[in-house]
């Protein structure tokens, strides 16, 4: 039992030890960001502004006479109570420019220019709109390896099936065709020169030889000739097992004149293989060592630089089908439907599905993909290369179904015609290296959208001042005066008022760990004047020489009250509701029975009925209409209404009023509430009534006829008793002797006497009531 209750109160020692220590971060971290303006390393404005985005820089002339430079950085607030005006500071606004004069029907607006400064950062929306038919472009990029002979043979059928299923969900569809297997290099196909041209010799199968990516058919709507290039289409070989997918989806999606993408339409580039790809560093196994440039290599329709360049990374494939504008549809056999599936989070507006033996479901595979593509809208944020560490970019999308997920790029489910909104908020954490200012360029790229919003970040790093050259104050050495009496307040006063030093007859003042020292003569300090909440003079004044000069609007010795009234207006326009004065931005109430910020209390100040008899004079005298309540309410206190029968009100205090000499008013006194709530009978109560006529002569007669009644028989009563007492006088005494009890004392003295003891005698004394005298007689 001791040890749990020692382990119990470690416990809670230990909780308090981490709530101090959270307590002290919060201070520490508090006091840094106030204090991050105040530095003696700051020199220039441009350092000023580099602090952070609440720092700003005063370039008025003789500003602090005799403070270090570094006092001219400081935050708007706190040089503008030191004294520095507002034309002098220097404070780079960061704002967003929308240019509203480029159209758009997908993406909206397509082009903005915002203004950064370190530390700073802005937001933005874009609008992003799905349309309810596009044209659609597909490129179906085949694996012609020996493996997949039956996908080949099936697809001579069912592209025709699919470009009449497609035109369902287009304006217009239109289809192109390439094919690839691997690089033709060993280790990846056998290199002996009777392979070379014909991959399947062992197997008496003519096939064609190996290439990287062969460019068959462009862009088109001429389903006949798409049906005659699949039906000549030959198989081919290698060696290993993944082929050279990559490649041939790098070439098919930049070499967009070639494939002959049309800029308008959703472009659909369908991979059909049934192995995995190589990656970049696969290369290697060949000598390959170039890495791939992620540029167009099409000399004759056939990929020139299979065997010098690498195979692209999965981030540079990425990256290309997003600049341009191309979904990525991987029908792929089920064996390696895992492998692709793992790149769908690396490879934006990319969709993978099971392509059944023999391509039997690739029209559906198909229709599916697209539709699952276009109803997930996502964004991505491109930056140039270099500057990305310098920035930092959050998006959060809000979805047509309301729900909103901050860091969250995509929605989906969005149907056509809707509406998708990204909030975008880029900010700046420092300037460039170099200290140049020149713009960066940012895009907003919809996935699959031929539309895209390009940003022009322009980096504010430097100050106006600094163009002419009047960001301080440098006095020339050469010009110095040799006396002091620039330095002294008048003849007999001390050099700068004892608290600096006279260089070029103007005081540098000293550096105090209390605060600052500035002003002429050094006779100015920001710390030797009344604190207000940790604020020297409220933070609404300045200190000179021990006082509190205050800033317009403030006042009082701490410059703690303000001087308008707006804070003791209540909701009736009334200053304290009319029962008090606006003291120092409070309300200070009249009457002390009233509380409130406006005065507007008083539980007890309502109490009485006569409290009120002034409030329902006002009431009846303008005949209980609408008219009373607006023109009394502002005389009456009290929140008032009219009732026809105020009998049938429980909760309250019921009063009169003697509106005359003959009838009064009743009302009814509601305390419950903050605001007491006045309910005024609407008929009079009249004394000489006839209806209370007739019950006052109703109750009168009837209290006549009891009390006569009642004194008959009481005296009947006393005279039965009278006449029963006069006829048997002495009965009535001996039966009173009989009952009569009167008790006497009866002594008497018993000796025993015994022989042993003779010397001590034993008396006993007993008391012998007498019998009653009734049964002496007897």
């Known amino acids: 039992?001791?040890?749990?209750?020692?382990?119990?109160?470690?416990?809670?020692?230990?909780?308090?030890?981490?709530?101090?220590?959270?307590?002290?971060?919060?201070?520490?971290?508090?006091?840094?960001?106030?204090?991050?303006?105040?530095?003696?390393?700051?020199?220039?404005?441009?350092?000023?502004?580099?602090?952070?985005?609440?720092?700003?820089?005063?370039?008025?002339?003789?500003?602090?006479?005799?403070?270090?430079?570094?006092?001219?950085?400081?935050?708007?607030?706190?040089?503008?109570?030191?004294?520095?005006?507002?034309?002098?500071?220097?404070?780079?606004?960061?704002?967003?420019?929308?240019?509203?004069?480029?159209?758009?029907?997908?993406?909206?607006?397509?082009?903005?220019?915002?203004?950064?400064?370190?530390?700073?950062?802005?937001?933005?929306?874009?609008?992003?709109?799905?349309?309810?038919?596009?044209?659609?472009?597909?490129?179906?990029?085949?694996?012609?390896?020996?493996?997949?002979?039956?996908?080949?043979?099936?697809?001579?059928?069912?592209?025709?099936?699919?470009?009449?299923?497609?035109?369902?969900?287009?304006?217009?569809?239109?289809?192109?065709?390439?094919?690839?297997?691997?690089?033709?290099?060993?280790?990846?196909?056998?290199?002996?020169?009777?392979?070379?041209?014909?991959?399947?010799?062992?197997?008496?199968?003519?096939?064609?030889?190996?290439?990287?990516?062969?460019?068959?058919?462009?862009?088109?709507?001429?389903?006949?000739?798409?049906?005659?290039?699949?039906?000549?289409?030959?198989?081919?070989?290698?060696?290993?097992?993944?082929?050279?997918?990559?490649?041939?989806?790098?070439?098919?999606?930049?070499?967009?004149?070639?494939?002959?993408?049309?800029?308008?339409?959703?472009?659909?580039?369908?991979?059909?293989?049934?192995?995995?790809?190589?990656?970049?560093?696969?290369?290697?196994?060949?000598?390959?060592?170039?890495?791939?440039?992620?540029?167009?290599?099409?000399?004759?329709?056939?990929?020139?630089?299979?065997?010098?360049?690498?195979?692209?990374?999965?981030?540079?494939?990425?990256?290309?089908?997003?600049?341009?504008?191309?979904?990525?549809?991987?029908?792929?056999?089920?064996?390696?439907?895992?492998?692709?599936?793992?790149?769908?989070?690396?490879?934006?507006?990319?969709?993978?599905?099971?392509?059944?033996?023999?391509?039997?479901?690739?029209?559906?595979?198909?229709?599916?993909?697209?539709k699952k593509l276009l109803s997930d809208v996502e964004v991505q944020i491109g930056l140039e290369d270099g500057q990305a560490q310098r920035f930092r970019v959050s998006v959060t999308a809000l979805c047509p179904d309301g729900s909103t997920v901050s860091g969250n790029t995509k929605c989906s489910g969005v149907r056509p015609k809707q509406t998708v909104f990204f909030r975008v908020t880029v900010g700046m954490s420092s300037c460039p290296a170099d200290g140049g200012d020149r713009d960066v360029l940012m895009s907003v790229r919809p996935v699959g959208f031929n539309e895209s919003m390009s940003v022009r970040i322009r980096q504010m790093c430097a100050c106006d001042c600094a163009q002419t050259g009047r960001c301080r104050d440098d006095p020339d050495p050469a010009d110095c005066p040799a006396e002091t009496s620039g330095c002294r307040a008048h003849r007999s006063a001390a050099v700068c008022s004892g608290r600096g030093v006279c260089k070029c007859g103007t005081c540098v003042c000293d550096s105090s760990r209390l605060g600052n020292i500035y002003g002429k003569f050094c006779e100015m300090d920001d710390f030797s004047c009344p604190y207000v909440k940790g604020l020297v003079c409220a933070g609404h004044g300045r200190c000179v020489s021990g006082e509190c000069v205050c800033l317009p609007g403030w006042t009082g010795e701490s410059c703690d009250c303000p001087v308008s009234t707006e804070s003791c207006v209540s909701d009736d326009g009334l200053i304290c509701s009319g029962w008090g004065k606006c003291v120092c931005g409070k309300c200070v109430c009249d009457d002390t029975r009233r509380s409130g910020a406006f005065c507007e209390k008083c539980p007890i100040c309502y109490s009485s009925c006569q409290s009120h008899w002034s409030c329902v004079k006002c009431h009846l005298s303008h005949g209980l209409g609408s008219d009373a309540l607006q023109l009394c309410n502002h005389s009456c206190a009290p929140a008032v209404e009219y009732v026809e029968d105020i009998t049938e009100l429980v909760r309250g205090k019921y009063c009169q009023y003697p509106s005359s000499e003959k009838c009064q008013h009743r009302f009814l006194v509601d305390l419950a509430s903050d605001r007491p709530q006045l309910h005024i009978s609407q008929h009079p109560v009249c004394v000489w009534s006839r209806r209370y006529f007739k019950t006052f002569l109703s109750a009168f007669l009837l209290t006549v006829t009891l009390g006569i009644g009642m004194l008959a028989a009481i005296r009947q009563l006393l005279r039965a008793r009278n006449c029963s007492w006069q006829s048997n006088p002495e009965q009535q005494f001996d039966h009173s002797r009989k009952n009569s009890y009167v008790p006497t004392t009866n002594e008497k003295t018993i000796t025993y006497r015994r022989d042993r003891l003779p010397n001590h005698p034993v008396e006993m004394h007993s008391h012998v009531p007498k019998k009653p005298l009734s049964d002496a007689w007897q």
């Open 1 to 370: 039992m001791t040890s749990c209750m020692r382990l119990h109160c470690d416990l809670i020692a230990l909780r308090m030890l981490l709530l101090l220590i959270s307590v002290l971060l919060v201070f520490v971290r508090s006091d840094s960001a106030d204090n991050r303006c105040l530095s003696s390393l700051i020199s220039t404005c441009e350092d000023c502004l580099r602090r952070g985005p609440e720092c700003v820089w005063c370039s008025q002339e003789r500003f602090l006479d005799g403070a270090h430079v570094s006092q001219r950085c400081g935050s708007v607030s706190d040089l503008r109570v030191r004294g520095c005006e507002e034309a002098f500071i220097q404070n780079p606004n960061v704002k967003v420019e929308v240019n509203a004069t480029i159209g758009s029907s997908q993406v909206s607006p397509r082009e903005i220019n915002i203004h950064l400064r370190p530390g700073g950062e802005v937001s933005f929306v874009v609008e992003v709109q799905q349309l309810e038919r596009y044209p659609v472009d597909l490129y179906y990029l085949v694996d012609v390896s020996a493996s997949m002979q039956d996908n080949l043979d099936r697809l001579k059928t069912a592209g025709l099936a699919l470009s009449h299923l497609m035109k369902e969900h287009s304006s217009d569809f239109r289809v192109g065709f390439g094919s690839f297997v691997d690089k033709p290099l060993s280790p990846y196909i056998d290199v002996h020169p009777s392979k070379l041209l014909n991959p399947c010799s062992d197997y008496e199968v003519n096939c064609r030889p190996a290439h990287g990516f062969i460019h068959v058919l462009p862009i088109t709507h001429n389903m006949t000739e798409f049906t005659r290039v699949i039906q000549e289409q030959r198989i081919s070989g290698n060696m290993d097992t993944p082929e050279g997918g990559f490649d041939a989806m790098l070439q098919a999606t930049v070499c967009q004149k070639d494939i002959g993408w049309r800029p308008e339409a959703k472009r659909l580039l369908l991979v059909m293989t049934d192995q995995p790809s190589h990656l970049a560093l696969d290369s290697k196994l060949s000598g390959i060592v170039v890495p791939h440039d992620g540029r167009c290599h099409l000399e004759d329709n056939i990929y020139s630089q299979t065997t010098t360049m690498e195979h692209p990374t999965i981030a540079q494939l990425a990256e290309k089908l997003l600049e341009n504008s191309v979904y990525s549809i991987f029908a792929v056999d089920q064996v390696q439907y895992r492998w692709y599936e793992d790149l769908l989070d690396l490879i934006p507006g990319s969709y993978v599905g099971r392509l059944f033996p023999k391509a039997s479901n690739l029209k559906d595979l198909v229709v599916h993909a697209y």
